[in-house]
């Protein structure tokens, strides 16, 4: 059996992460998650006998440390951290506070023989980008903001520990991801949300500001066959969608599949955190998806059929 811990495993990625890993009967999997920003309702434990949830806070190195020593962990997907741009930017003092727990993480990985992390760092990294498609490698890292720093400072912890201590890693860089369990403040869901209640669609800015989006079935099979192909290790890998389309035609698009009467309504621009541009270099991505990625529209339908998280 091999043991696996998600933490942040009630949010959206990491409760979907949990379901695919579930599927096969040979591993047990432990999620923890503090539900201040997840929600236990996301979390597969009734569909898997071989899903365990325990409400902890991986920052806590008392409440954390309790679990590692009681399970002995093979993996760990870190996803725990606090998420949303505006939750983000309201909050900085907290968001620094998630790297107490990349470090707890890390300390008791080391300590109980844990063979590989895994870890949920940000397209955020690469702040206002100087080069397109961004290149895990190449292109430079231009973060500003804490939610961005801090995930800069997790990459760094996982270099150092297995550079010291042989600790290997693997760094996921989530561009955006949308499906139907995302919460309902992330862009898409709140669009659909309006849409489907024909309610005014808000735009910051302009709308020109571009982004690519990923489906979460393309984003959970390129992770899980990371884990089960040992591919990356040691190594970073962007995760994302390769279409760049703009946030204006994102509502426009939404719209017209929801046959919406929504209109749109252009509000001042964020102060800070909202990149004008971003475009992945998804080489490394398409080496773990040997198909084609599903359609943005494609993923769009999906997400208005199964509308249960996002009209709570």
Known sequence: MTRILITGGAGFIGSCLAEKLASNPENLIVIVDNLRTGEFSKVPVSAHNNIRFIKCDANDYRDIS????????????????LVGVLRTLQNPVAVLDDIAGIENILK?????????????????????????????????????????????????????????????????????????????????????????????????????????????????EACTNAFYQNMFVNDVVNVGGTIEITILEVAQTIIRLTGSSSEIRFVAPLEEGDMTRRKPDTAK????INRPLIGFEEGLLQVVNNTSYILQ
Request: glycine share 6%.
């Open 285 to 288: 991505m398409s080496k773990l």
């Open 108 to 220: 008791l990985s080391k300590n109980t023989g844990v063979r590989r992390v895994y870890f949920s760092s940000s397209s955020e990294v690469y702040g206002e980008p100087v080069e397109f498609p961004q290149n895990e490698h190449t292109t430079p890292l231009n973060s500003r903001l804490p939610y961005a720093i801090v995930k800069n400072v997790g990459e760094a912890y996982l270099r150092s520990y297995e550079k010291e201590f042989g600790l290997e890693y693997t760094i996921f860089r989530f561009f955006n991801t949308f499906g139907p369990k995302q919460s309902k403040d992330f862009v898409i869901s709140k669009f659909i949300r309006a849409a489907l209640n024909n309610e005014t669609i808000s735009i910051y800015g302009d709308g020109s500001q571009t982004r690519t989006f990923c489906f979460i079935d393309d984003n959970i």
């Open 66 to 81: 309790a679990v590692f020593f009681a399970n002995r962990f093979d993996y760990v997907f870190h996803y725990a951290a």
